[in-house]
Structures are given as structure tokens and as C-alpha cells.
């Protein structure tokens, strides 16, 4: 039976990610320096700040990995902004119960969800890296006078007539072009919006994929570290795909929430205090270990490493005063 590309993505990432170590196949920006889920703690403590410093909030993240990203924030709070560590209640979405265990395992306190719309009612920050480009995506291909939608099944793609896709670039597209709809991550971040627009607070979404809509096919397979065919082996392999950021700032802002950014992540990082934080840190260290985190910082940050690719969205209430790291 023929599958539509975002079941056929959910059900094969489901299976992936309850069956791998993810990490043996990518390293992700948290494993690649401490410093990075620190700055991002000392964020979500500026952010706590401008909600008013309530006495409780919710410090949740979307996809957290094995756990490192929040490790690593609250453990910087607590030593910068002891108040904001105290009044944080962790709470985690994730859907693996393997990474939940791993994330057990290093975050004594936090609870679990399942999706967004189940996190408790609350003001909340809210810190998601690399977790919208695991969400499904819909591709449409541009065939003569219409468009087709591209569905999987016994492993190669076929299309079925439908209607134009409703994005920038469809109005122009070429023949045989392809245009990508990031439904799931467009829902999250309208729920998002929705819900930091009536309860207050504000998120960081970190991700790589173009600052403006364009047409292209992004999906993309990873298996045993190396590229592979999407459609091979569904559950045996990390499928990803952009993330489309003008689409998700223009659905934020429909839903009432202030859009900051996208900004690209070196950029970011660095008015964060980057280089600085690991400078002091590669002060303490070893030779060895010091080269070694300023390296992981120039991974981070350099253009033609992670620093353009990767870009930095905020999504906050729209009285709350202005965030750090996105400073023109
Ligand atoms: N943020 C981490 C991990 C990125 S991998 C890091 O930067 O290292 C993607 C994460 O999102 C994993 O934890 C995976 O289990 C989770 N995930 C993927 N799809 C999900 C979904 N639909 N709902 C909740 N979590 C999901």
C-alpha cells in the first residue's frame, strides 16, 4: 500500500530512533561542546528574567538526545541564576523510550512527554535543537500544468495528483521541481506560538535548513554515519529534511507570538560569548582537552562548519523584552 512521504517519514523515524543510538550515526552540536547547552542555559535563565523571574516555570526540551543539552544548561544556571535553576521544572518531550532512558540517567527530576500539547499548563522556556528536522515532511513535484504528491511504497517514490502546494516558491517553480511542506514542525510551532502567546515565556529553535523558502529536495538518510537511500530501509536509517524557517517565523507570527531571527547559529553563539566561555574554560584544562574545545567551538561557529547552515529562531510573547544573541 501506498504511503503519503510524511507517514512513511514518522513511522520510519518512530522505528529508528526506539531502535538506535542516533548519536553513532551524527554528533550533534550539544555532544560537540559543553558550552554549547551552557549558553543556552544562560539564555533560558535571560529569558526567565524577562517573564518576570516566576517562582516556577517549565524549562522544557523538544527531542532532548541523550540528555547532554539540558545537562549541561542547568548545571550553568545553577551556578549563574541559583533562583532560575530552583524555579525550573524540567520537562522533557520525547517519544524514544531508549533516549528516555539514557535521559534518565543523567537528569534526576525531570518529567516526560509525549508531545507539546501535553506539557503542563505554565509559563516556559523552551529549547529545541535539531528536533524539527526529524519531523515529516510532504513533497510536492511540479509536472506540467499541476502538481503531483510524492508517496512511498515498496521502497521507491510515486506520485498522485494534488492540489498546488502553499508555499513561496510554487508560483515559479520549474518543471520537475520539488517543494517540500514541513507540516509536523509547522504545527508544532504554531502550537507553540499559541501556547507561549496565552501562558507566557519563550523558545529557541536550532536547526539547519535555508533562511528563506526555496524549492528543493532536502530529504536525506543517514545510516551507520553514512548517506543512504530514504526510502531503503525505513526504521534502519536517520531521515531528516530542512527546516524551512521562513515558514515557521510566518506561522509564528499568525499565531500571535513575536518572531526573532532566524539568525545563523555562529552568529549567535558568538554574541552569546562563545569563544570567551571556552577560552576560560580551555584555561582549566589540559593541553589536549583545551585545543579540543576550542576546536568544538570553531566547529560551531565557522561559516563553512556549522555556523551558517545551522540557524536560530526565537518564538516568544509578545511583551516580552528583547532576547539575547540576535543583536544586529
Ligand atoms: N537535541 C538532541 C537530539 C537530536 S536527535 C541533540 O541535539 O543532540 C532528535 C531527537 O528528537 C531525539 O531525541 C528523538 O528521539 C526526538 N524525536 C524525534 N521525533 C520526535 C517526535 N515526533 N516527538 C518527540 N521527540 C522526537
Redesign the pocket.
Same mark, same amino acid.
Given at each position: 500500500m501506498a504511503e503519503r512521504l510524511d507517514a512513511f517519514m514518522a513511522r520510519a @523515524?518512530a522505528a529508528y530512533?526506539a531502535s538506535h543510538d /542516533?548519536f553513532a550515526d551524527f554528533t550533534?552540536? /550539544?555532544?560537540i561542546s559543553q558550552v554549547f547547552g551552557e549558553l543556552l542555559g544562560l539564555w533560558a535563565g535571560i529569558a526567565w528574567q524577562g517573564m518576570g523571574a516566576p517562582d516556577r516555570f517549565l524549562l522544557a526540551e523538544?527531542? /532532548?538526545?541523550?540528555g547532554?543539552?539540558m545537562a549541561d544548561a542547568l548545571r550553568a544556571l545553577a551556578q549563574a541564576l541559583p533562583a532560575c535553576r530552583a524555579a525550573a521544572a524540567v520537562a522533557l518531550?520525547?517519544?524514544?523510550p531508549r $533516549?528516555r532512558a539514557a535521559q534518565a540517567a543523567r537528569l534526576a527530576g525531570a518529567a516526560w512527554y509525549d508531545?507539546l500539547g501535553a506539557l503542563p499548563v505554565g509559563p516556559c522556556v523552551l529549547l529545541a @535543537?535539531?528536533?524539527l528536522d526529524? $519531523?515529516p515532511i510532504r513533497q510536492f513535484l511540479r509536472q506540467g500544468d499541476g502538481w503531483q504528491e510524492r508517496f512511498v511504497q515498496d521502497g521507491r517514490f510515486l506520485t498522485r495528483p494534488a492540489p498546488a502546494p502553499d508555499h513561496p516558491a510554487a508560483a515559479d517553480a520549474a518543471e520537475g521541481a520539488i517543494i517540500e511542506i514541513g507540516a509536523a514542525a509547522q504545527d508544532f510551532v504554531r502550537a507553540l506560538a499559541r501556547r507561549l502567546c496565552r501562558q507566557g515565556g519563550a523558545a529557541l529553535l536550532i536547526d539547519y535548513g535555508p533562511e528563506f523558502s526555496a524549492a528543493g529536495d532536502s530529504l536525506q538518510a543517514l545510516r551507520d554515519g553514512a548517506p543512504a537511500d530514504p526510502l531503503a530501509d525505513p526504521g534502519g536509517a536517520d531521515l531528516t529534511a530542512h527546516v524551512d524557517f521562513a515558514a515557521l517565523a510566518r506561522v509564528g507570527a499568525a499565531a500571535g507570538a513575536r518572531i526573532v531571527g532566524p539568525v545563523p547559529q555562529g552568529k549567535f553563539l558568538a554574541a552569546l560569548g562563545l569563544f570567551q566561555r571556552s577560552e576560560r574554560l580551555a584555561r582549566s584544562q589540559a593541553p589536549r582537552r583545551a585545543m579540543a574545545l576550542l576546536d568544538a567551538a570553531n566547529r560551531l561557529a565557522e561559516p563553512d562548519r556549522m555556523g551558517r547552515l545551522f540557524k536560530v529562531l526565537a518564538v516568544c510573547h509578545p511583551a516580552m523584552p528583547p532576547l539575547p544573541g540576535f543583536e544586529p
Open positions: @523515524n530512533y /542516533p550533534t552540536a /550539544p555532544e523538544a527531542g /532532548p538526545g541523550r547532554s543539552l518531550i520525547e517519544t524514544s $533516549l508531545d @535543537n535539531e528536533f526529524a $519531523l
